[in-house]
């Protein structure tokens, strides 16, 4: 019973020691790199907007394309970023709160908040093609590196996504874990990738991070606290997009409820992981940055095989071993004429074998269940601060 009870308290304290370091609960990304940027300009942003998915489609200009949420009031938006102009707008079926959203091939795909399903549009008809069931939880954000989707759901997960060739259908290819030196990093809201590398908003926070799509790894941030202040309310920063119609090194962001949208310029190698272009892409047809210019035909490298180099020969010693001495006399022992001590047999009473496994099983429990549940509740209060804030606004009127 103390070894089971001491393993559980020895979790507890593991678990405990996560908890303040951040990595079950809000992650505290102070001591990660920050990448400069300077704002080049302030778009136009419709404010009644409740900022889900956004997405660039090249064009010069270039068209945005945005989905805005909330149960009843969502909606899909097409319009002029230099102007704000709505060129093309539908509603979502009533029942649908809209999230993230990304054009991928002539569609354009909407997540759904609780409903489990992936809308898809016709990106130019904005008629609805089908629907896609999307099983991994709540959906909240989604782009593509060109081949693939990438997904995420308000865990700690980013879901990589592959359309059947046959069916159509989103088939899971993997899953990927995102952490910042070890500690999970949970709540990954709004995402876009930018040729090699993905952009994800933390929601409820001003933090924007660069994460690797492969190992899930978060490799710099940016602090957008400064563009607006939205004192800690649901106009929580949400929204990245990119295209090289709009600067190679610029950045659009944005958040919910906003009034406006911000270009910001990066440095070419935090933007996207390199200063000078890579020469693969994951994707033969991952979308252009300043860090990838398209597919290349290009000669086939030639491999040079080193020569091989033999291992130098080391002479092995000769080990001489001593003769051993035998010993110059043999030491008598001498027996004690002492009378022996009588030594008592103490009779040992032990309890059934049953009844002390039950009894260390039992205290294995209770402390393994108040640890987990203290560590449940407090996850939740995290996750019941959207609920709230989205409840709140789906409760105000529709000509509010």
């Not at 590398?197 to 606290?225: A, H, M, S």
């Not at 490298?301 to 006399?329: G, K």
């Not at 402390?367 to 939740?380: D, K, M, N, P």
Request: aromatic share 8%; proline share 6%; glycine share 8%.
């Amino acid at each position: 019973m103390l070894r089971s009870t001491a393993s559980c308290w020895v979790l507890w304290l593991l678990v405990r020691g996560a908890w303040s370091k951040g990595s079950l609960g809000r992650t505290r990304g102070n001591d990660m790199p920050h990448a400069t940027y300077t704002v080049l300009k302030q778009f136009p942003h419709e404010k009644s907007c409740f900022t889900e998915g956004l997405s660039l489609n090249g064009s010069v200009g270039p068209e945005v394309f945005e989905s805005c949420g909330l149960t009843g009031k969502s909606y899909i938006r097409r319009y002029n970023l230099q102007t704000g102009t709505t060129i093309q707008q539908t509603s979502l079926e009533r029942q649908y709160f809209g999230e993230g959203a990304v054009l991928f091939e002539t569609s354009l795909l909407v997540l759904t908040y609780q409903h489990r399903k992936m809308l898809e549009f016709d990106s130019k008809t904005f008629k609805v093609i089908r629907s896609h069931p999307f099983p991994y939880g709540e959906g909240w954000g989604l782009t593509t590196d060109g081949c693939d989707l990438i997904a995420t759901t308000g865990s700690e997960f980013l879901f990589r996504l592959r359309r059947d060739p046959t069916s159509g259908e989103f088939q899971l290819v993997n899953k990927v874990k995102v952490t910042l030196q070890g500690r999970t990093v949970r709540m990954l809201n709004e995402i876009e990738y930018i040729t090699p590398k993905l952009w994800v908003n933390e929601w409820y926070t001003n933090r924007i991070w660069r994460v690797d799509p492969f190992t899930g790894i978060c490799e710099l941030q940016i602090d957008i606290g400064k563009l607006y202040n939205w004192g800690r309310s649901s106009a929580t920063p949400n929204g990245i997009a990119y295209s090289p119609a709009l600067g190679e090194d610029v950045l659009l962001v944005t958040g919910k409820l906003w009034p406006n949208m911000f270009a910001l310029r990066l440095n070419v190698a935090d933007l996207c992981g390199s200063s000078t272009p890579v020469d693969q892409a994951s994707c033969p047809s991952a979308p252009r940055s300043a860090c990838w210019h398209g597919a290349t035909t290009r000669a086939p490298a030639t491999t040079v095989e080193p020569p091989a180099i033999a291992p130098p020969v080391v002479a092995t010693p000769a080990v001489t071993t001593p003769a051993l001495t035998p010993a110059v006399a043999s030491a008598s022992v001498a027996t004690s004429s002492a009378p022996a001590l009588e030594m008592v047999e103490v009779q040992t009473v032990m309890l059934p074998k049953s009844i002390i496994v039950v009894s260390s099983s039992l205290g294995a429990i209770i402390f393994c269940l108040a640890g987990g549940s203290a560590v449940l509740i407090r996850h939740l209060r995290y996750r019941k601060r959207e609920m709230m804030y989205r409840h709140r606004l789906e409760q105000q009127p529709d000509d509010a």
